[in-house]
């Protein structure tokens, strides 16, 4: 199901992209090094809102930590309450023992939209997007902290679950507690958490001792403090008083932002920052395992993170099942693939890219009257899963039949009328005007037989030549994988696999239109 914008989505996604007063991120470039387990990779931010999702050890929180690090503040700008500094610098996030290799190597380039630029030629007014690079050599220093653009930065980290009772230093100062006079930030928190959570606030103090801060609400007459919390509330309400506290324009970087919170929470969570987002013009950058997160969001705000050996991959515009799916090791299963048998499976499978693969599930059904069945279903039952159904060469035809049989499980002709628009985008047929089966022993015989015969552990290219035209006569294609295992003495399975690959590779621009219908449902997903 496509992601429906709302209209404070709308207006976010205006202010942000033209807005250049908010010293905005909107991109961070790592060009050299390693940090950690993140390699070189780039991240492009079109949303004031960006959740990043990725399995643990991908580099997420890494990420986090250089966002918390491309700007600078004034002596007396605002700052998390457990920080005496009003800036971050990559020595918070990132420190070594004796036994680790010291970062070095290091180049990061941040863009930011920015309105007090040095004009130049490309900015006559001194507005735009431009970037400011921080490196660090092996042993050296990271450049130029005091030239970063100045902007409040905050970053919470998930030690703010940890309840106070747990923390020994917390309970020391218990009674030295006194109220903070923050009476507006105190009133918006309260209104902000109740939102979230549903829970009806009648007051909400914070009370304060050096660095330690501690809500106390009274809700239904009972007054308790966040040593009596759930890890969840309690994480709540620091995230709304350090919002509330904090300029407008001010940058958060929340790590796993939905954690100690249930799904319905962490939906309306992200409705309430939105709303904070628009009338406020902060930016939120955060990590996450949550679909729920991850779906409240425009496809601008969804971020995958993957880590392979060589490099890290940034994937944007995701949809919530794919990186739920990833994260979980499975097929995301966004979008239902329909095949008549288990040929037409292979086939599918090996001409499609991994991308792809990981967030469609085939199922063979039968022949085209059964597909026909299960798309009318599909159609009726509305799901979030899109369908689509893949006839096989010699059935493209019937695709016009397999419409019709679906239309007639229906009545009303303006219920017709979208039904058959519905169905119409959602037949596609394989390649050839034959059987799948036929259409690639078509195919393998036409081209160069090289790599098929090693593959298929022949010792001679002619034989293989005798033994495909001999099976080419059968006169049913249903027989051929068959034929060709008893004749080779492999698994039926390892025939097909040999010669489907075999096929795609020849002629990889015949099933790009299966490919293109779709890669159009999967965008249709975001």
Known sequence: MSYRYSQDDKSNKEWFVNDYTRQSLRAIIFIEGQIRSLKPCSINFEFPIAAIAGKNGSGKSTLLALAACAFHNTADGSHAANRAMPYYRFSD????????????????????????????????????IA???????????????DLRVKRNVIFLGID?????????????????????????????????????????????????HGKFRLPVVTSAGVIYSGFNMGAGEKALFEIFIAIHAAPDGSLFVIDEIEIGLHESAQSKLMKVLKEICRDRKIQVICTTHSQAILRSLPPEGRFYLERNASKTTVLSCITSEYATGKMADRNSGELVVYVEDEFAKTLLTVALPKEIRARISIISIGNATAIAGQLAAAYRRHLNTESVAILDGDNAATASSVCQQVLKQFSGSETKLKVKDWIERRIVSLPGPEAPERYVLRVVQNSDLSVLVVSLGCFDKNDLEVILGEVACLDDA????????????????????????????????????????IKFLLDQQS
């Open 160 to 208: 703010r679950i940890v309840p106070p009772s747990e923390k020994s230093s917390f309970r020391s100062v218990r009674h030295k507690l006194k109220d903070l006079s923050l009476t507006s930030v105190q009133e918006l928190a309260r209104q902000s958490v109740a939102s979230v959570l549903g829970v009806s606030y009648d007051e909400l103090k914070v009370k304060s």
């Open 478 to 517: 249903h027989d051929i994988v068959r034929e060709l295992s008893h004749r080779l003495h492999l698994p039926a399975s390892d025939i097909e696999q040999a010669i489907c690959r075999h096929a795609v590779n020849a002629k990889p621009e015949e099933f790009q239109g299966v490919y293109d219908a």
């Open 131 to 145: 970037s400011q690079v921080r490196s660090k050599n092996r042993g050296g220093k990271w450049n130029d902290y």
């Open 93 to 128: 996030f990132f420190f070594q023992t004796l036994d680790e290799i010291p970062l070095g190597g290091i180049k990061i380039y941040y863009q930011i939209a920015h309105d007090k630029w040095k004009k130049s030629e490309e900015r006559a007014d001194g507005r735009g």
